[in-house]
């Protein structure tokens, strides 16, 4: 089972996360998420506030990869694993206050909890490490 080292924790809290998603016809889309963060030792979460092209693929495929990488070391992480919308408790409303404090004109569509399945090291020529 993949587990989220300490290490990893710190880069996912204090560098931009990438998330990297595919459309239903193959089509690769990548974005940043500010709101990406650790929940546990096996789980990132991320806001999906506004329901744009990664929500969109994400309701035809789950599976997703989120990328981080600290660009003075050359060093990161690719975690893969597979997405659950989570629309009600704790989560949810924290997605809500953000999306209140940005003025968002709609509700967010969810927190994208995902259970990290797999993690590789970009600074070691990508090799697995769980």
């Excluded at 990132?44 to 309701?59: D, K, M, S, Y």
């Excluded at 989120?66 to 003075?72: F, Q, R, W």
Aim: glycine share 8%; hydrophobic share 40%.
């Amino acid at each position: 089972m993949a587990k989220i080292t300490e290490e990893m924790k710190t880069m996912i809290a204090n560098q931009a996360a990438f998330i990297a998603t595919v459309s239903a016809d193959g089509t690769p889309n990548i974005v940043t998420k500010a709101t990406t963060q650790v929940l546990d030792d096996e789980h990132i979460v991320f806001f999906e506030l506004a329901g744009g092209r990664t929500w969109e693929n994400l309701q035809k495929n789950p599976k997703i990869a989120i990328g981080v990488a600290d660009k003075s070391t050359i060093q990161g992480y690719r975690f893969i694993g597979k997405a659950e919308f989570i629309t009600e408790g704790e989560l949810y409303e924290s997605a809500k206050k953000i999306a209140e404090m940005l003025n968002m004109p709609d509700p967010p569509k969810a927190a994208v909890k995902v259970k990290v399945e797999e993690i590789y090291n970009l600074g070691a020529g990508g090799q697995k490490i769980a």
